[in-house]
């Protein structure tokens, strides 16, 4: 049987969502395939199932690409408050965590019900459990093969997303049409990723797993201050998923661990205070005990602070506060948030996703080289390019 529309959008994840209703609310028949059983499944397991929508402080500085200037017009073309209004019409509840991060106060599952109820008003109908077979150009547009029949349609939207996370089904399929239709691709790597260390660091650091300290992370002129994370596979935490987007394999990332309190001026009012006590306790007031030992070890300290010269105790605070490790690698995607790289936005109309050299081909969404930070920028890139795509459909 085939089926003719004005739209095929491959994916029914946010990106995928977004752009089927804006280009159903502009009139055109839409067809969303996928091939899981249910939509939206990254949205569903998003911000601990709360899903982080969209950060009120996005601005193209917040993305990574080859292109810094690429996700600029579709930003501003749809703001986080466009989302947020959205949101408010459906009257889902939410609230701002941190750092504009937004969250539902419910579920994930809100932000789900939202797009298919706005999909359905849209008139876009979605077809899950369909495998994609093939893909070929036609005289007016494209057919799709899958494994529930042909479907025909002008235009192609592929927002299959990146691939991280297999287990829940992605496929680097998004990447495979860019080749087939010859469109440049950036190297794919595991972003938003906990980094792993080498088994002798890794021996060192074992006692402090499971320890959370607020930590500054340095790699090159890049910064990030949130929490760090030991874990009994190396170092996690939002700090360091945000850093892990940067780091490349054999680059080292510098940690300043409690950045806002100056460690020095604490440890010598303690010595005052008590020259008996070791710099250990002395650090273990501001520290987490497990690490200030760990860290005074390190730092080769010992003994009473009566007898420690103010040049001992910086070595200890530079210890804790100029930290050098060198990860050995990355848990890979079987545990990345995001896919750095993608399809090269060189190729691609910043306006309509379109590619320049397929007309009617468009690409969205994570498969794109545009990758946000974390705290809900990833999402407003979905959106934003949803729509971008959906309003040229
Ligand atoms: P996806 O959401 O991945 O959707 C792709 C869709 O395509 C899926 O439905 C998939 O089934 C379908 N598909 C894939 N291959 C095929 C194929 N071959 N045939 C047919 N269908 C196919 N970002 C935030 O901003 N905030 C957060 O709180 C947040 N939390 C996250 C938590 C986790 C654990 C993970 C893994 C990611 C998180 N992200 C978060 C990132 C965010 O989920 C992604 O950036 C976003 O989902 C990308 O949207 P997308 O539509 O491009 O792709």
């Known amino acids: 049987?085939?089926?003719?529309?004005?739209?095929?959008?491959?994916?029914?994840?946010?990106?995928?969502?977004?752009?089927?209703?804006?280009?159903?609310?502009?009139?055109?028949?839409?067809?969303?395939?996928?091939?899981?059983?249910?939509?939206?499944?990254?949205?569903?397991?998003?911000?601990?199932?709360?899903?982080?929508?969209?950060?009120?402080?996005?601005?193209?500085?917040?993305?990574?690409?080859?292109?810094?200037?690429?996700?600029?017009?579709?930003?501003?073309?749809?703001?986080?408050?466009?989302?947020?209004?959205?949101?408010?019409?459906?009257?889902?509840?939410?609230?701002?965590?941190?750092?504009?991060?937004?969250?539902?106060?419910?579920?994930?599952?809100?932000?789900?019900?939202?797009?298919?109820?706005?999909?359905?008003?849209a008139g876009a109908r979605l077809e899950l459990r369909t495998e994609i077979v093939a893909v070929e150009k036609t005289e007016d547009g494209f057919r799709v093969s899958t494994s529930e029949g042909e479907y025909l349609a002008t235009s192609l939207v592929i927002a299959t997303g990146g691939k991280s996370i297999p287990k829940m089904g992605a496929t680097g399929f998004a990447y495979r049409i860019a080749e087939q239709f010859g469109l440049p691709m950036i190297e794919t790597r595991p972003g938003l990723v906990p980094l792993t260390l080498d088994p002798q660091l890794l021996e060192s650091v074992a006692p402090l797993s499971g320890i959370a300290a607020p930590a500054e992370l340095r790699h090159g002129k890049t910064a990030f201050r949130e929490a760090l994370l030991f874990t009994?596979?190396?170092?996690?935490?939002?700090?360091?998923?945000?850093?892990?987007?940067?780091?490349?394999?054999?680059?080292?990332?510098?940690?300043?661990i409690e950045p806002d309190v100056d460690l020095l001026a604490h440890l010598k009012t303690a010595k005052q205070a008590n020259g008996r006590q070791s710099a250990q306790t002395a650090l273990g007031e501001v520290l987490p005990k497990r690490l200030a030992q760990y860290l005074t070890e390190r730092a080769g300290v010992t003994g009473n602070m009566a007898d420690m010269s103010d040049k001992v105790l910086a070595r200890l605070v530079d210890a804790?506060?100029?930290?050098?490790?060198?990860?050995?690698?990355?848990?890979?995607?079987?545990?990345?948030?995001?896919?750095?790289?993608?399809?090269?936005?060189?190729?691609?109309?910043?306006?309509?996703?379109?590619?320049?050299?397929?007309?009617?081909?468009?690409?969205?969404?994570?498969?794109?080289?545009?990758?946000?930070?974390?705290?809900?920028?990833?999402f407003q890139w979905a959106w934003a390019s949803g729509v971008a795509a959906g309003d040229s459909l």
């Open 1 to 121: 049987m085939q089926r003719r529309s004005d739209v095929i959008v491959i994916g029914a994840g946010a990106a995928g969502m977004m752009c089927a209703i804006r280009a159903g609310q502009r009139g055109r028949s839409v067809v969303v395939l996928d091939h899981a059983k249910a939509p939206g499944d990254k949205i569903r397991i998003s911000g601990g199932g709360r899903c982080n929508f969209t950060n009120i402080h996005a601005s193209p500085k917040n993305f990574l690409s080859a292109n810094p200037h690429f996700m600029k017009s579709a930003l501003a073309r749809f703001t986080p408050s466009d989302f947020v209004a959205m949101v408010d019409r459906h009257r889902i509840a939410w609230h701002e965590k941190t750092l504009g991060q937004l969250f539902c106060d419910d579920s994930a599952k809100d932000i789900i019900r939202m797009l298919l109820d706005e999909m359905q008003a």
């Open 232 to 256: 009994h596979r190396g170092l996690s935490g939002p700090a360091i998923l945000q850093i892990s987007s940067y780091w490349r394999e054999g680059d080292e990332i510098t940690v300043d």
């Open 320 to 378: 804790a506060q100029n930290w050098t490790i060198k990860p050995s690698g990355s848990e890979g995607y079987r545990t990345a948030e995001v896919t750095l790289g993608g399809i090269d936005t060189a190729a691609l109309d910043s306006r309509s996703m379109q590619a320049k050299t397929v007309p009617g081909l468009h690409f969205i969404g994570e498969c794109v080289d545009v990758t946000g930070w974390l705290g809900g920028y990833n």
